[in-house]
């Protein structure tokens, strides 16, 4: 629908418009109401202001000003809803939001000036707005608790759950947040959004807490427009969509702004009294089809376009202030010309903002990181006698060395007792410590308060993790397969990893993710339990993905990503060896090789591993093997067959796949001249690519081979043993480059 209909339709019918007696600006707008005459002069003008940045968005576009053009038109009834809120509650937009962000803008004490300029600079891609700064166009602020959301799928329903739950958990365990103690987390999305999988998992998370009676302040808000893009929603799917056990249902008529207000306050204060969460569906129209390239006759007939202008809920509050003798048409008319008058010439200032001038600029938020911070932060204790009680009088430093699954386990210990916003969740961590025990006695000592059982839903695991690391909790979910994390991956890569992105650092997603992962768990369980497939993460910006597969670096690596969550807010991966779990010798059965003794918090040097530092081991001068994961034992054991032929060879442990640890294993790789990588992973996508393009790009000029798995799944039984790379083939290989 183009934009000067619209406009036209509007200021033809205000004209119209016949007034009514006068009413007293302090009293309902209307009978039967409670919105002031006050309180809907204030949020008309906040709803003019969203349609004319609308209309201003397209104009830039036809300026080649302007880079965005999905708008508001049609939907500001949801600055009712923003008016039943209270400013410190957060807040999770739809990208059709913006009436609610201007209203929450003025609630906190800004001019109107001040949001306008905000969503103007965000079309206009300038590098001094205030959230994304020219990364993107979106809704947010941290002044206003007002969460940046890219999302166009509702993917930011799980985080929206997290939220919630965060402000409940925090305030139970006594630890701050960002939130008030009594906030409500709201969320707003689409009729259309409604059917995708992260949606369905935010919903069925809330209602499963809800059901089992934890407290969950959520309000989802639907603005159901009846259509997404082109395809129509069926009349009733929403309602029908929405009742579920526990969730509070409430609708309204989002183009009425007294009705919509009306029932926005009774569902705020639903889930404010009760703690649980509600659903308010609103009615809403879209005018001026999805974006500026749109053509909505395309799809829609003349019929239903006319009848979406008649519900125009700038209109139709336009009437219940004429109609209440609190405005006249001549009045609104004039006041709408200046506005869009004032509206048009701050978008044209706005495009002489400066905009992201290099790679560099683009870049600076992606992922910073205090190194020297963290060095400092990785090693905290807690006191000597909160460590007596954790561990029950039994320090693991005095215990015999540890296999890897162990030292995990004290670690996750020790952070527990010097971290009380640290929780450790996820499928079945509780009561049976995981699938492989690694958890286990956790709950036990720390109570399910801090460790406890999630739903079997990788979205939800991660959505609790998202909604806690942007409250100020410090969360460590656990994804039990490797193979699972791929079912909510775009929880990491379109979620967590984009947040600091799009916010300039404003707001992080701090969080550790555990992650089970590789194969050669001797053939059991088929592909959904030995996954060996890592690109899709190393691809992720800004993410740290830790692999570390000896207990003593188990331990430090862990630390180091903790810190590096707490101090930078850095979203770290930490995968764990299931074959080296439990792993006790490295050449023969007995030897103990594959164990270590336990380094308590406090010894920096044996407690910290600087992100992006590798581990080498030996010292030969003929052969840098280049490993990771699993493929540091095998490659240590077919390193002391070669050195047994005369070869002197070298194993380098890489321990961290993002970023990689280019220094040392430039410095190992001039050492020999000779490179063999060894990847677990697939031969195409594996991590052995990234490291030949850095060392080609590097300008090393010796010698490179790599030795990978099969381009394969991982099949059930000894057939594994087909597709895994082997020590055979690494010492072939070897051989090979050697000469």
Request: glycine share 10%; aromatic share 6%; hydrophobic share 40%.
């Amino acid at each position: 629908m183009a934009r000067d209909t619209v406009e036209t339709h509007f200021t033809q019918a205000v004209a119209m418009l016949e007034p009514g007696p006068a009413r007293d600006p302090g009293r309902p707008v209307r009978d039967g109401v409670a919105l002031t005459g006050e309180q809907c002069r204030t949020l008309f003008h906040r709803q003019l202001d969203s349609r004319l940045l609308d209309l201003a968005a397209r104009w830039l576009r036809a300026q080649d000003e302007g880079y965005y053009t999905i708008g508001s038109a049609g939907h500001e009834g949801n600055a009712a809803v923003a008016a039943a809120l209270r400013p410190g509650d957060p807040a999770l937009l739809h990208y059709r939001s913006g009436a609610f962000y201007l209203t929450r803008s003025e609630q906190a004490g800004r001019l109107p000036e001040q949001g306008i300029r905000d969503v103007l600079m965000g079309l206009t891609a300038a590098a001094d707005e205030p959230i994304a700064g020219g990364r993107h166009k979106v809704f947010g602020h941290p002044e206003l608790a007002v969460i940046p959301q890219t999302s166009t799928i509702a993917s930011h329903l799980p985080r929206a759950v997290g939220v919630a739950f965060a402000i409940e958990r925090a305030r139970a365990l006594g630890v701050r947040t960002a939130w008030p103690q009594d906030a409500i987390a709201v969320c707003s999305f689409g009729d259309a959004s409604i059917n995708h999988a992260s949606a369905l998992s935010g919903f069925n998370t809330a209602s499963y807490a809800t059901y089992q009676g934890q407290a969950l302040p959520l309000l989802f808000v639907c603005e159901d427009n009846g259509i997404g893009i082109s395809v129509r929603t069926p009349k009733g799917w929403v309602e029908a969509a929405a009742r579920r056990p526990g969730i509070e249902y409430f609708s309204a008529d989002g183009c009425d702004l007294a009705q919509a207000y009306d029932v926005a306050v009774r569902a705020a204060e639903h889930v404010r009294e009760h703690r649980s969460p509600a659903f308010l569906h609103l009615s809403t129209v879209r005018l001026m089809g999805h974006a500026g390239s749109d053509v909505e006759s395309a799809y829609r007939t003349q019929r239903e376009i006319k009848a979406d202008l008649a519900r125009d809920p700038l209109l139709r509050t336009a009437a219940l202030l004429v109609e209440a003798g609190l405005e006249s048409p001549e009045g609104l008319l004039t006041t709408y010309e200046s506005a869009r008058e004032h509206v048009l010439r701050m978008a044209m200032e706005t495009t002489r903002s400066p905009r992201l001038g290099s790679a560099r600029e683009v870049m600076e938020p992606i992922a910073p990181r205090d190194a020297e911070l963290i060095a400092r932060i990785s090693p905290v204790a807690a006191t000597a006698e909160a460590r007596e009680k954790a561990f029950a009088g039994s320090l693991p430093e005095n215990d015999q060395p540890l296999t890897l699954c162990q030292a995990i386990n004290r670690t996750l210990a020790d952070a527990l007792t010097v971290y009380p916003e640290l929780t450790v969740f996820g499928e079945d961590v509780a009561k049976k410590g995981g699938v492989y025990g690694v958890t286990r006695g956790l709950q036990k000592r720390f109570g399910s308060g801090r460790v406890f059982d999630t739903l079997l839903d990788e979205q939800a695991v991660l959505g609790l993790a998202l909604g806690a690391g942007v409250s100020g909790m410090l969360p460590v979910p656990e994804i039990q397969y490797l193979a699972y994390l791929h079912n909510a991956l775009d929880q990491i890569r379109g979620e967590a990893a984009t947040l600091s992105f799009f916010s300039r650092g404003s707001y992080t997603n701090p969080m550790v993710v555990r992650v089970a992962g590789y194969a050669y768990q001797k053939g059991f369980g088929g592909h959904f339990h030995n996954d060996n497939a890592v690109a899709a993460l190393r691809d992720i910006p800004g993410l740290v993905i830790a692999s570390p597969s000896r207990p003593d670096d188990a331990s430090a690596m862990l630390r180091t990503c903790l810190a590096a969550a707490r101090t930078s807010g850095s979203v770290c991966v930490y995968l764990e060896p299931i074959a080296l779990y439990h792993t006790r010798d490295l050449f023969e059965e007995g030897d103990g090789g594959w164990l270590a003794p336990y380094a308590p918090p406090g010894r920096w040097a044996e407690t910290h591993v600087p992100i992006g530092r590798a581990r080498s081991y030996g010292d030969g001068r003929d052969l840098t093997i280049v490993t990771f994961g699993n493929g540091v034992r095998i490659s240590l054991r077919a390193a002391v067959r070669l050195t047994q032929e005369g070869y002197g060879c070298r194993v380098l442990d890489l321990r961290w796949l993002a970023p990689l640890p280019m220094e040392d294993l430039l410095r190992a790789a001039e050492l020999t001249g000779k490179v063999l990588v060894a990847d677990e992973t697939r031969h195409s996508g594996g991590v052995s690519e990234g490291v030949v393009a850095e060392l080609l790009d590097a300008g090393f000029t010796g010698s490179i081979a790599r030795v990978t798995s099969s381009d394969s799944f991982v099949p059930l039984g000894r057939a594994a043993d087909h597709v895994l790379l082997s020590e055979e083939e690494i010492e072939q290989a070897a051989r090979k480059l050697l000469g």
